[in-house]
T-cell receptor, first 119, second 116 residues
């Protein structure tokens, strides 16, 4: 079975440009997570969705960041305008929570990540 | 405040040695979940083990074992007879109700280097 798919795998852009990262979760999973990993701050949760609805976006750093999940099989994370400090690896993860289950219990399946470099 | 602390930045061992990774967590909830994830050089995080707060029984799964002690808020992880393929960054993570169930809070990670 295909795992979580992210594209692009690498992105190099110039400051001020718009960047869009894409994620396809594992089919049937109902939770989707966006993380950012940097040397300074480690792994941080940016936002997560349940059944395409954003549940917690408290980790989104500022208004330049936005995330959408138009359907169960696709999500985007957009940065506009991008800045050098946004350079990081961005991970998407998905999870399946059984009916009545606690979403904190189930493991998350991570994609390969997108390495973003903003010059 | 950091809720998951991994004090060891890097551990280097020779193949076949055991490796124990320390993890100390902080939560006020009575129900919570603890995880260990592995991040090999390829970059993708891989789930290893999970433990809920009501089950302090320590277990062994293949070459992996873990020691969960609520009294000291520790969830340590051991790799027995390490192999070169175990070289990776290992993350301890916590999920609790206070910070919303879906939110995995990761420690800083411990780099494990296994040399032949």
């Amino acid at each position: 079975d295909a795992g979580v798919i992210q594209s692009p795998r690498h992105e190099v852009t110039e400051m001020g440009q718009e960047v869009t990262l894409r994620c396809k979760p594992i089919s049937g999973h109902d939770y989707l997570f966006w993380y950012r990993q940097t040397m300074m701050r480690g792994l941080e949760l940016l936002i997560y969705f349940n059944n395409n609805v954003p549940i917690d976006d408290s980790g989104m750093p500022e208004d330049r960041f936005s995330a959408k999940m138009p359907n169960a099989s696709f999500s985007t994370l957009k940065i506009q305008p991008s800045e050098p400090r946004d350079s990081a690896v961005y991970f998407c993860a998905s999870s399946l929570i059984t009916s009545g289950g606690n979403p904190g219990y189930n493991e998350q399946f991570f994609g390969p990540g997108t390495r973003l470099t903003v010059l | 405040a950091q809720k998951v602390t991994q004090a060891q930045t890097e551990i280097s061992v020779v193949e076949k040695e055991d490796v124990t990774l320390d993890c100390v967590y902080e939560t006020r909830d009575t129900t919570y979940y603890l995880f260990w994830y592995k991040q090999p050089p390829s970059g993708e995080l891989v789930f290893l083990i999970r433990r809920n707060s009501f089950d302090e029984q320590n277990e062994i799964s293949g070459r992996y074992s873990w020691n969960f002690q609520k009294s000291t808020s520790s969830f340590n992880f051991t790799i027995t007879a390490s192999q070169v393929v175990d070289s990776a960054v290992y993350f301890c993570a916590l999920s609790d109700e206070t910070d919303s169930w879906g939110k995995l809070q990761f420690g800083a990670g411990t780099q494990v280097v296994v040399t032949p």
